[in-house]
């Protein structure tokens, strides 16, 4: 599932951080609908045709950066399975947290008012996120950590959930985030190791190398 | 902690449920940006004095009605630990899954983009949810199924949290939300009974009598 990012381009990668960097602070100076792709590249030094190389629309730019630049992240290998759940919440809550409530809620309001980012939505985004927590899941089996595998959309919504709420729905303190993310981990972790959780229905489709 | 229409008015019970299902059904026949007040009212058979009195705005009265009527809801008594979070979790995806991801994203966007909003949902509503989640675990403590009292604004958000995120932020089938709210008490259920969760801070007030 390696995206051509990934595979290494150190120059993409350049361009990648300057338009990601360039959002976030611009969000930080002025609210969500008051961003443009115009503001986004002359800040990042870059054309604006690098941007739309990258994103279908502004919508899709800012959810890319804000809430999970999919391109940019394997899910780490910490060697253990509750290290990788405690690394992927982190990122997760991480990302949540560098925008304020309203901006995300603004740009979930958006992505659900255009059918075509929604579906661009869970096609890149989305499916990519939930590749890591399969990718996870694979690294646990191979490390006799796991004896199943548990459902990676299901798994995914558990870690993912009470941050989202945490951050988004409820506007509470980022700060707590971290030893909130330390709670979901540690049950999330014994309901996997007791078995607690669902088998992927997708099981026999999972002997496929996760490389 | 019981309100004016939790120790039983009548007339106003059937004021709320009228204003309630009109709210519900205008939008399932337009969007949230049309909806108004005036619409609602007309629909309810109800004076906009009513709604009024009741919600201080447009977004106040649809966030009640939709995401969580906390004036008519107390937590249900199903004389289990495990049944009293089931009935919760299965009872704010059932209000969750009776609006559109869109409608649910745009409210929270007007929500956020009001501080005086932010803080009535802060004070009314997200109070009176933890109030529900903390009688559910005084019941609990009652009937010597947890020996601890869990911080209640965690377990709030280990509840909603997966439900939230499944509904609005991923847009996934709301058939399939049953299923997951049965994982989720199951793997909660588990935590809280092994005592993985952390002691409510405020533990030394916990003492008052719940009812």
Redesign the interface.
């Known amino acids: 599932m390696a995206t051509a990012a990934q595979m290494g381009r150190p120059r993409e990668h350049r361009v990648d951080r300057a338009i990601a960097k360039a959002v976030r602070e611009l969000l930080s100076e002025r609210d969500y609908p008051s961003l443009t792709v115009d503001a986004v590249a002359t800040r990042a030094g870059v054309g604006k045709a690098a941007i739309y190389r990258r994103y279908a629309t502004k919508q899709e730019m800012t959810f890319s950066v804000l809430l999970h630049d999919a391109r940019d992240q394997a899910a780490a290998d910490t060697g253990s399975l509750k290290g990788d759940l405690l690394a992927l919440t982190t990122q997760i809550a991480d990302q949540l947290a560098e925008s304020?409530?309203?901006v995300m809620?603004?740009l979930?309001?958006d992505?659900?008012?255009d059918p075509a980012l929604?579906e661009r939505f869970?096609r890149t985004f989305?499916a990519v996120e939930r590749s890591n927590v399969a990718a996870l899941i694979d690294r646990a089996v191979v490390r006799g950590e796991l004896t199943h595998r548990p459902d990676p959309v299901?798994l995914h919504?558990?870690l993912?959930?009470?941050?989202?709420?945490?951050l988004?729905?409820?506007?509470?303190d980022p700060a707590r985030a971290s030893e909130?993310a330390a709670?979901?981990v540690?049950?999330?972790h014994?309901?996997l190791a007791?078995g607690?959780?669902?088998t992927d229905p997708r099981e026999e489709r999972a002997d496929d190398d996760p490389a």
């Not at 988004?168 to 509470?172: A, H, S």
């Open positions: 304020s409530a309203g809620a603004g979930l309001a992505v659900y008012a929604a869970e989305l299901v919504v558990l993912l959930g009470p941050m989202f709420a945490w988004i729905m409820l506007d509470e909130l709670v979901v540690e049950v999330i014994k309901a007791s607690t959780l669902s």
